[in-house]
């Protein structure tokens, strides 16, 4: 039997087919042809076949595209379903950290009555048994990056709110200038700018520190948030600041390296243990330089 090609999708099926069986197109009749007549009526004839022939094909080429737009949708559906059992996960990780901390308040509160209970080190071996094992192999992010606000809980590990999830046992080394953090392998500024500063004027302070070799060093350079946020802790501790008395209490608010956008920088607010972000031209913010 002969075989014919469906001339709107191009499938091919028998001549006696009536209609294609890939896009329902009227094989019979669009084989049809008129051999006599009027000139003038067959090259009408003719054109009107050809338009709708081309309106056809153009209609079937849309509902294979709707058909693909349905298929992603389905599969970012899919994705949605995945991310939001990952959130769950991490709610319930949030429950445990809480739940941590809540012990390690106690224990505290025992050792204020008992000095024989050694809080310290049950706050150290429920921490490092939260942070999902030996966090101190793991290198925090020092490149910096664009964060959108909806990646921010993602790429910061942070709530909603922009409070951390989870908190660092640090193990600091003061030094006269600077403190040395073995748990992440970074060296910090022990102070910082005296003052606030705008965002340039930060990189301008930043260049003379290198230049005069701060503390024997050449290579200071803005923190990323996730560097910073090493640093802040649960409970406040340093007057009213989220982070350990060994450090100056002036850098209330410091600059990280990491853009909200490109006229937009995050920032960590120790005094409210949080992230946040400021306008490039806004709130002036101290400095604490960090190396790795």
Same mark, same amino acid.
């Given at each position: ?82 991310? &939001?059992? %990952?959130?769950?996960? !991490?709610?319930?990780? +949030? ?5 941590? $901390? @809540?012990? /390690? ?53 942070? &709530?909603? %709110?922009?409070?951390? !999830?989870?908190?660092? +046992? ?5 030094? $006269? @200038?600077? /403190? ?113």
């Amino acid at each position: 039997m002969k075989q014919i090609t469906c001339p709107v999708c191009e499938t091919a099926t028998t001549q006696d087919t009536e209609f294609c069986p890939e896009c329902s197109w009227d094989i019979d009749r669009s084989a049809g042809e008129l051999i006599i007549g009027d000139p003038a009526e067959l090259q009408q004839e003719a054109e009107r076949k050809q338009h709708k022939l081309q309106q056809y094909r153009t209609l079937y080429q849309q509902a294979k595209r709707v058909e693909g737009f349905e298929t992603r949708l389905a599969e970012l559906e899919n994705e949605q379903r995945t991310t &939001r059992k %990952n959130i769950a996960k !991490l709610d319930v990780g +949030a429950q445990r950290m809480k739940m941590l $901390e @809540q012990r /390690i308040t106690a224990l505290e509160s025992a050792q204020s009555q008992n000095p024989t209970i050694d809080t310290l080190q049950n706050r150290l071996t429920a921490l490092e048994a939260w942070q999902q094992g030996d966090f101190r192999s793991k290198r925090l992010r020092s490149e910096p990056r664009t964060v959108s606000e909806n990646d921010m809980q993602t790429v910061f590990q942070v &709530r909603e %709110n922009g409070r951390p !999830l989870w908190y660092l +046992a640090n193990d600091f080394e003061v030094q $006269e @200038q600077v /403190i040395r953090d073995h748990a992440t392998s970074l060296m910090w500024q022990r102070g910082g700018s005296e003052k606030g500063l705008g965002y340039a004027e930060a990189l301008t302070y930043i260049e003379q520190l290198n230049r005069e070799q701060f503390s024997g060093y050449a290579d200071w350079r803005l923190p990323t948030v996730n560097e910073l946020l090493s640093l802040m802790i649960a409970t406040q501790e340093n007057g009213d600041l989220y982070i350990s008395r060994a450090f100056d209490v002036r850098q209330r608010w410091c600059w990280s390296i990491d853009k909200r956008s490109s006229l937009s920088v995050w920032g960590v607010r120790f005094s409210g243990g949080l992230v946040g972000w400021s306008s490039l031209n806004g709130i002036n913010t101290f400095v604490r330089v960090v190396r790795s």
